[in-house]
Nanobody
Framework: QVQLVESGGGLVQAGGSLRLSCAAS????????MGWFRQVPGKEREFVAA???????NYADSVRGRFTISRDNTKHTVYLQMNSLKPEDTAVYYC???????????????WGQGTQVTVSS
């Protein structure tokens, strides 16, 4: 049974930082693309960042230069370091997994339950 468990969300002031973690179990982690998406009420889930099986990464334009995705294949964990946070980064952040490469259109195989990030102005 595959599980993705996110942690690290919370309330932070604008300009602050948070680090999200997603611990995966039940899948061959090093062969999977791992990614982060976010969603606000009334909007579609949007791509944030991905770390693919090859080690390549990609980012949404809105977070490039502020967020960094990384993974530890020995711990089966993917991280999202979020710096210079803005109120518009407020959302529920979801971890996703897909064999090989993350689909930026959200068509991914596995999802976590989400963790709330709130950035106050």
């Amino acid at each position: 049974q595959v599980q993705l468990v996110e942690s690290g969300g919370g309330l932070v002031q604008a300009g602050g930082s948070l680090r999200l973690s997603c611990a995966a179990s039940g899948l061959p982690f090093s062969a999977y693309g791992m990614g982060w998406f976010r969603q606000v009420p009334g909007k579609e889930r949007e791509f944030v960042a991905a770390s693919n099986w090859s080690g390549s990464t990609n980012y949404a334009d809105s977070v490039r230069g502020r967020f960094t995705i990384s993974r530890d294949n020995t711990k089966h964990t993917v991280y999202l370091q979020m710096n210079s946070l803005k109120p518009e980064d407020t959302a529920v952040y979801y971890c996703a997994a897909r064999p090989g490469i993350i689909a930026t259109d959200a068509n991914n195989k596995y999802w976590g339950q989400g963790t709330q990030v709130t950035v106050s102005s």
